[in-house]
């Protein structure tokens, strides 16, 4: 038996693997090894299960002081196609949709500077009042770290306030990759990567439930990457706030990066990796938006067990060339997790299955 293949039937028996043998196994072993194990995971955790959410997106402003080379989606402010969302406007998108069965409102934005500290609680509050019994996902930790430089709190008391507003869960975003070498390559201005976790943790510890990315497929080597899942697999065994890790494929239009993203082997192999290392984070997304629904689906195969959701507005992924549609039908997505052989089951934020 060779090294990968003890490594192979190391995870089979449940055991973990560790950082090295992670990279033995993504780099040597062949594509349909690797799936196989995979989906024997995702398999007797969820069986046939595919999860989605009924969920919407909004993306409340796209002034960002930050200027990160792999976004499309920013602007300056003035700037042609800057645009914020007043509480208003943000009550009549939730109200337009009030006679659907949204379980989720998930929100992020750009870091603007001329929003007052009270605009975010305010959107949060108004939310609530409008639908009661929505989760609110909202506010990655880079947004959560600049408001709090910017209004002199801790990021605990923000998030504790966010919280008390309405906020149930943050979404993994502004993770990229957290090696900081890379980092002044991608996001200079960004928070570091310890950062990103040292603030996830502080949510946990306020029993706030968080989900975790990374994005890769642009300068990033395998290295990286596995250093990433290793920085989240530690955070999880200490602190068990992790609900999913979602792999998010690097978008390569209407950016300054000029890196031409994953292609479909690469975005397998990330999927199939991510569930068999990350032992301890219960759900591994694929995450349509960015995939594309055809690689989703096959991602299915590959260890994914959630499939995101219905979304509609979704504007930053598409802002950087995603050419997916911007939002699906129950009964669309429900067709295509059929289709790849798996049975969607409908759940919340927090992955509990809706009767």
């Known amino acids: 038996m060779n090294d990968t293949q003890r490594i192979i039937e190391k995870a089979k028996q449940g055991l973990r693997i560790s950082l090295k043998e992670a990279l033995q196994l993504v780099k040597a072993a062949s594509i349909h090894d690797l799936g196989r194990l995979a989906y024997q995971i995702r398999t007797k955790l969820y069986a046939d299960q595919a999860f989605y959410v009924y969920n919407q997106h909004i993306n409340y402003t796209n002034i960002c002081q ?23 406007q ?26 007052p500290y009270s605009y975010y609680l305010e959107l949060l509050k108004s939310i609530k009042e409008i639908r009661p019994g929505v989760k609110i996902k909202a506010f990655t930790a880079v947004e959560i770290a600049f408001l709090a430089d910017k209004y002199d709190l801790s990021p605990a008391r923000v998030l504790q306030e966010l919280h008390e507003a309405g906020l149930d869960a943050l979404p993994g975003g502004g993770a990229e990759v957290f090696d900081p070498l890379l980092r002044q390559k991608l996001c200079p201005e960004k928070i570091s990567g310890q950062k990103w976790l040292n603030i996830h ?21 395998w290295e990286d990457r596995i250093n990433h899942l290793e920085s989240l697999r530690n955070l999880q065994d200490e602190t068990g706030g992790f609900l999913c890790f979602i792999p998010l494929p690097y978008q390569p239009a209407n950016n300054n990066l000029k890196a031409e993203g994953p292609d ?19 759900h591994i997304k694929a995450y349509w938006v960015f995939a594309g629904i055809k690689a989703a689906q096959l991602a299915l195969w590959y ?14 992924g ?26 969607p089951v409908q759940r919340d934020t927090f992955f509990k299955v809706r009767a």
């Open 318 to 343: 598409h802002a950087a060339g995603a050419d997916t549609p911007r939002g699906l039908t129950i009964k669309n997505l429900c067709k295509f997790i059929e289709k790849a052989g798996f049975r």
């Open 90 to 115: 943000i009550k009549e998108a939730i109200k337009s949709r009030i006679n659907e069965p949204i379980q989720e409102v998930h929100i992020v934005g750009g870091l603007n500077p001329d929003l």
């Open 66 to 88: 930050n200027a990160c080379r792999f976004c499309a989606y920013s602007k300056r402010p003035g700037q042609d196609g800057a645009y914020t969302y007043s509480i208003d």
């Open 264 to 282: 479909g082997l690469d975005f397998l192999r990330m999927i199939a990796i991510s569930r068999i290392f990350l032992d301890n984070i219960p």
């Open 201 to 221: 943790k502080k949510a946990h510890n306020l029993g706030i439930p968080t989900n975790c990315t990374m994005l890769f497929g642009h300068i990033e080597t």
């Open 303 to 316: 260890g994914a067990d959630d499939f995101d959701g219905t979304i509609v507005e979704e504007k930053i």
